[in-house]
DNA sequence: AACTTGGTTGAATCAGCAA
DNA sequence: TTTGCTGATTCAACCAAGT
C-alpha cells in the first residue's frame, strides 16, 4: 500500500517505507522521502541544547554590541524555532490523517514545540506529565528539583478525528481507573542503562517504560511508528517488543551501531500476550432489530428500567411504543427519562423469573456467536 | 519607598503603590500606571483560551458547568498572542530587578505564554506542576484525563539574580527532602468554594494551598505581591494571611465585591507563626567561633548530644576536640556517630543547671541582635 | 453518635458513522 | 458538508439525609 502511494507521487524519491530500520540522515530531509500519509504514530525526542547557532548563517549586521547576550538568546530561539517548524512540518507530512505525535521535552524547549504544534494546526489532545520517581536531586538548592519532563500528544488537526486511543487498555493498567495526564515512572538506570564501556552510550536515553505506555495507548500491534530522533533505539525496542513495526532516523554512526545492536536481541511477544482489552466501540454493531428477529426477546415483551419506573412494548420491527412515544430503545429511554440522550441496551430490561436482565445480555450472546 | 522612586520618574502617573487594595480595570493599564521595579513577586492566572465547543454531559446526563464566561474568548491563538506579550510586556516593567513571575495555564495556553516569557527575556526558573488529587474525569474515555496544570516560575532575566527562594522552607514543608517541581494538592471545592447563593462565584477559582506554597517559595513577610487577575482574589487572601503585601487588578465589579468580602475576614498570622518558616538561607551565617568569641559558650565547655552519648569540648578558636578528633561542631559530630554528615548546631548542647541546651540556641540569639 | 446512601461537582479544546 | 442515529462514558470530595 505505502508503495503504491509512493509510486504516484512525482517528483519525490520513490522509497518504501523502510520498516524496522534506522535510516541514516538528516530527519527532516529522510522523513521528506517517505511517501506522505503513511506512518501512524510519531514519537520524537528532539535535542533541545540551545547551541544551534554555531550551525546557522547569521544575520548581516553582526556587529556585536553591548546588548550581545540578549541578541544571542534571542537568535538562538530563532533558530531552534526554525528548527522546530521544518522538522514538525515535515512529520505532519508522513503522519496518516488519523495518526497522531508525541514530543517530549523539559521547559527549555517544550513550550517552542507546543507553540509550534498549534501555530501548524496540530490538535493538542493531552499534555502528560513524566513525573521521575527517582530524579537528580538539585544540588545548588536555587530552583526546585526538576522532577518531572513533558510530553505533548497532538492530533494531526482538530476537524481530523479517528485517533487511536486504547482508553479501556489503559484503564486497566491502572488498577481500573481512568489512565491520568501524569506518569510515574522511573528514570532509565541501571541494567537498562546502555553503556560505551563506562560511560553511557547516550544522554538523554528514555526508558522503555515511558514508551511503553506511549505505545500502549495510542498505537494498535500492526501499526507504523517513526522516530525522527531515534538515538539508541528505546522507540524501536519497545516498538518490536510490542508488534508494532518502528521506523528510526538518526545521524550518529555510533548510536545506529547501538540501537541496532540492541533492537536485535528484543523479542516481539507472541499474539496472545500482545491481546489487550478492546474498546466496546471497536466492537459489531448489534440492532436490537435483530435481537427481535432471532426470537431472543419476543415481540410484546414488555421491558422495564432497573427500577421498574418505566415500562415499554417491544414490537415486532425493533421498535418500542409507551404511552406517549414510539422510537428505537434509546430514542424511548431518553424520551421516557426525559434525558437528552440514553443508552437503551444497558438501561432497558426484560424479567426472567422475577430477575430483571439488561437486554444487552442478548447483545453480547450475539457478539459471543460472531466470534 | 515607592513613592519617592515614583516621584522621581518623569512623565509617569504619580501613582504611590495602592497596596493591599484591589484596582479595578485592564490590568495593563493599571500595571503602566503603577511606578516601575516596585513589586517583588507577580502570580498571574489569565484567561486559558480554553475554545470549548459544545456543552458536555456526564454518563448521567448532567451537563458539565465549564467556562463559557466572555474573558475567556479570543477570536484566534494571534489575538491571544498580542494580549499575552502585551500583559507579560507591562508585568516586567513593574516588577524589581530581582523579582519573579509565577503564571499557571494549561495546554491550551501554556506554551503560549512559555514562548512569550522567553521571547520577552524572562528567564525560567521551574516549571512546576500542580497535580490535581481529585480532577474532573474524562467523561468520554477518548483522552487522558487532564488531571494538572503548568505553573511557570520566571526570573525577570537570565543576569538578575538575586531572587528569592526559600529553600529550606520548602525542604522542611516536604519532610525534609528538597521540593521537587511537581506538587500534589486538591482543587478548590467544599467550604473554600466562594458562591453567589448556589452557582459558583467564578468559574476558576484556585485553592489557597496553591497560592500558600508559591508566596511560601518565592517571597518573604513584608514584600509586595501583585496579581493582575485577580479574580475572587486567592492570592490577596493567602498574601494577607502571610504578613505579605498584594496589589490586585480585576475588571469585573462582581469578582471585586467577592473578593473584597473575603479578604476582610482573612487575619494576618502573627511574626511568631510567620518568622519559624524563613529560609535558613536568607538568614546571616553565624559561625561557631563568634559564639566563643562572645562568651556565649566559654572555651574549655564540655558538649553533649541530646542523649549524652556521645561528648566533646570547646576550644578556643571554635573547633572541638575528642578522644580521636578534632575539628568543626559539624565535622566532630558526624565523626562520633560514624554519619557522613551532620548538623552540628542541633546535634551539640550544653548543660545549663541540669537541662541540655541545644547550641543553635546561642545562634539564634546572635541573629536577633543583627536584625 | 457512627455509619451508609445518594446527589452534586470540578479550567473540558470529550464520538463515529451512515445517509 | 450537514444531519441524525447509535450508543459509550466518571473520580474524588463534599454534603445532606437517612439508618
Redesign the interface.
Known sequence: MADAKNATRKGSATLSLPLNKIVQGDCIDVMNSLPEKSVDVIFADPPYNMQLKETLSRPDNSKVDGVH??WD??SS?NAYDEFTYRWLDAARRVLKDTGTIWVIG???N??????A???LEYW??????W?KSN?M??FR????????E?L??AAKSADKGGYT?N??A?KAMNDDT?????WTLPICSGGERLKNGDKKAHATQKPESLLYRVLM?STKPGDVVLDPFFGTGTTGAVAKKLGRDFIGIEREDEYIKVAMERISNVKRLDDETLGFTQ?KRAQPRVPFGSIVERGMIEPGTTLYDCKRKYTARVRTDGTLITDMEKGSIHKVGASV?G????NGWTFWHVEQKGELLPIDFFRQQVRAEMN
Open positions: 547576550d540578549a538568546k534571542f530561539f523539559s521547559y527549555h517544550i513550550f517552542r514545540v507546543g507553540t504544534l498549534q501555530n493538542v489532545l493531552n499534555d502528560v506529565i513525573r530524579p536531586p538539585n538548592g536555587t530552583r526546585f528539583t526538576n522532577a518531572h513533558t505533548i500528544w486511543f482508553y479501556d489503559m481512568q489512565m491520568r495526564s501524569d495507548s474498546s427519562q434525558a437528552p440522550a440514553c
